[in-house]
């Protein structure tokens, strides 16, 4: 089993957490940023998205072919996210190439300045992404979720903004968004796997050169939400979520409850919606949105037949009185068992568990390990009465035009 957690702070405020794995063939180093959509300006939703796309173009030192080619030709998979309140940056790679792909990663961070003709081109590739997602009702449904929970607020608009806010966004927005919060007190760096001293000596000799500039964050707003009903071409599909407000302290369990009840063939989601009441091709009962102090949790059925929609509603009812009322223990033993299986699967590819693991560390200072072992300890009781808790659950429905 991987070895305890642990912590450094540089002179400079940088954050390094470190975490062998004795089994790990390669090294994954992640970089998260504690800024995302909430704490951004209003009319410039969805400049943390877009500074994660520039961050991989031309900088001080490497052209963007030499950072996509020095990431990769070096033994390297590279990729990024940008959520409500983090933006990450994420490596895994063989232990003789990474030298050079830290150098790389470090220039996207030390760099201040951008090409204005990649910065233009690469405003069109955002907007295109988003106009994609606005005309897919699936993607319409997701990124209306939060606004059916938190209204109209930092927490209710959509992680990658608006067409009109991502316009508004000039080169000099970008590179002082950049300045202002890509700084060492706002940085947190996660290097695990087959690393030894000399790895993490390298990390700590290139970011401890970045100068702090200190930190300050607006406080994000959030709002009251309510259902929302929204027509577009789905070709006769009704696309569904029900959304409950969750607190943050009960992440774990609502991550163990979305294992116990969701996922696979022989989830009580699929047996009854999919297959009992023939609704639906992938549903889900899981978390989508995540904040520092609230979860959003999702009961998602995107695209079914609109002669459905009453079923819909009945099959919903039935799946509650299942998990409530029926002898689940066998089901329960049966999923425990799937749960260890993932996790023995995940735990050892670095590249996926790094994208957890940034946001567990930010909001638990807890690895995916420690994650996984506390979520053992919740029973069908305690599962039950997660169930009961959640209320007011406000709807998001895509329906097709008239």
Same mark, same amino acid.
């Given at each position: 089993?991987?070895?305890?957690?642990?912590?450094?702070?540089?002179?400079?405020?940088?954050?390094?957490?470190?975490?062998?794995?004795?089994?790990?063939?390669?090294?994954?180093?992640?970089?998260?940023?504690?800024?995302?959509?909430?704490?951004?300006?209003?009319?410039?939703?969805?400049?943390?998205?877009?500074? %994660?796309?520039?961050?991989?173009?031309?900088?001080?030192? =490497? @052209?963007?072919?030499? /950072?996509?080619?020095?990431? +990769?030709? &070096?033994?390297?998979?590279?990729?990024?996210?940008?959520?409500?309140?983090?933006?990450?940056?994420?490596?895994?790679?063989?232990?003789?190439?990474?030298?050079?792909?830290?150098?790389?990663?470090?220039?996207?961070?030390?760099?201040?300045?951008?090409?204005?003709?990649?910065?233009?081109?690469?405003?069109?590739?955002?907007?295109?992404?988003?106009?994609?997602?606005?005309?897919?009702?699936?993607?319409?449904?997701?990124?209306?979720?939060?606004?059916?929970?938190?209204?109209?607020?930092?927490?209710?608009?959509?992680?990658?903004?608006?067409?009109?806010?991502?316009?508004?966004?000039?080169? %000099?927005?970008?590179?002082?968004?950049?300045?202002?919060? =890509? @700084?060492?007190?706002? /940085?947190?760096?996660?290097? +695990?796997? &087959?690393?030894?001293?000399?790895?993490?000596?390298?990390?700590?000799?290139?970011?401890?050169?970045?100068?702090?500039?200190?930190?300050?964050k607006k406080k994000p707003s959030k709002g009251d939400?309510?259902?929302?009903?929204?027509?577009?071409?789905?070709?006769?599909?009704?696309?569904?979520?029900?959304?409950?407000?969750?607190?943050?302290?009960?992440?774990?369990?609502?991550?163990?409850?979305?294992?116990?009840?969701?996922?696979?063939?022989?989830?009580?989601?699929?047996?009854?919606?999919?297959?009992?009441?023939?609704?639906?091709?992938?549903?889900?009962?899981?978390?989508?949105?995540?904040? %520092?102090?609230?979860?959003?949790?999702?009961?998602?059925?995107?695209?079914?037949?609109?002669?459905?929609?009453?079923?819909?509603?009945?099959?919903?009812?039935?799946?509650?009185?299942?998990?409530?009322?029926?002898?689940l223990d066998e089901y329960y033993d049966g999923r425990?068992?799937?749960?260890?299986?993932?996790?023995?699967?995940?735990?050892?590819?670095?590249?996926?568990?790094?994208?957890?693991?940034?946001?567990?560390?930010?909001?638990?200072?807890?690895?995916?390990?420690?994650?996984?072992?506390?979520?053992?300890?919740?029973?069908?009781?305690?599962?039950?009465?997660?169930?009961?808790?959640?209320?007011?659950?406000?709807?998001?429905?895509?329906?097709?035009?008239?």
């Amino acid at each position: 089993m991987p070895s305890p957690l642990k912590k450094e702070i540089l002179d400079n405020g940088l954050i390094i957490h470190s975490l062998e794995i004795p089994d790990a063939k390669t090294i994954g180093i992640g970089v998260g940023v504690r800024i995302g959509s909430i704490y951004e300006p209003e009319d410039k939703r969805g400049i943390s998205h877009f500074l %994660e796309h520039m961050m991989f173009k031309s900088n001080h030192k =490497y @052209t963007t072919k030499q /950072i996509n080619e020095g990431l +990769e030709l &070096n033994g390297g998979v590279a990729n990024a996210f940008t959520s409500t309140f983090l933006t990450a940056y994420i490596v895994e790679v063989v232990p003789e190439g990474f030298p050079k792909v830290l150098d790389i990663l470090y220039s996207m961070f030390k760099n201040e300045k951008y090409k204005e003709s990649e910065f233009s081109n690469e405003k069109k590739v955002v907007i295109s992404e988003l106009e994609r997602y606005e005309n897919d009702p699936e993607s319409r449904l997701y990124d209306t979720v939060p606004k059916s929970v938190f209204g109209e607020s930092d927490y209710g608009d959509p992680v990658g903004g608006y067409r009109e806010t991502v316009e508004s966004i000039s080169k %000099e927005d970008l590179e002082e968004f950049k300045a202002e919060y =890509y @700084t060492p007190s706002n /940085i947190f760096i996660l290097v +695990e796997g &087959n690393f030894n001293n000399r790895h993490l000596a390298l990390v700590k000799e290139y970011f401890s050169k970045l100068e702090d500039r200190g930190i300050s964050k607006k406080k994000p707003s959030k709002g009251d939400g309510s259902d929302i009903i929204q027509q577009m071409d789905t070709k006769n599909q009704i696309y569904y979520a029900l959304n409950f407000k969750v607190p943050i302290d009960n992440f774990i369990l609502a991550k163990a409850f979305a294992r116990f009840v969701s996922g696979g063939l022989s989830s009580l989601v699929f047996q009854t919606i999919r297959e009992k009441y023939g609704i639906g091709y992938h549903v889900s009962f899981t978390p989508s949105y995540v904040y %520092e102090d609230y979860m959003i949790y999702t009961l998602s059925v995107p695209g079914f037949e609109r002669d459905k929609e009453d079923s819909l509603y009945k099959a919903i009812d039935d799946l509650f009185e299942t998990i409530l009322t029926e002898n689940l223990d066998e089901y329960y033993d049966g999923r425990k068992r799937r749960s260890k299986l993932l996790y023995e699967k995940e735990r050892a590819n670095l590249y996926n568990r790094l994208m957890s693991e940034l946001k567990y560390l930010v909001l638990f200072e807890k690895t995916y390990d420690d994650i996984y072992k506390e979520s053992l300890q919740y029973s069908l009781i305690d599962f039950r009465r997660f169930l009961k808790n959640l209320e007011n659950g406000k709807i998001v429905k895509i329906i097709p035009k008239s």
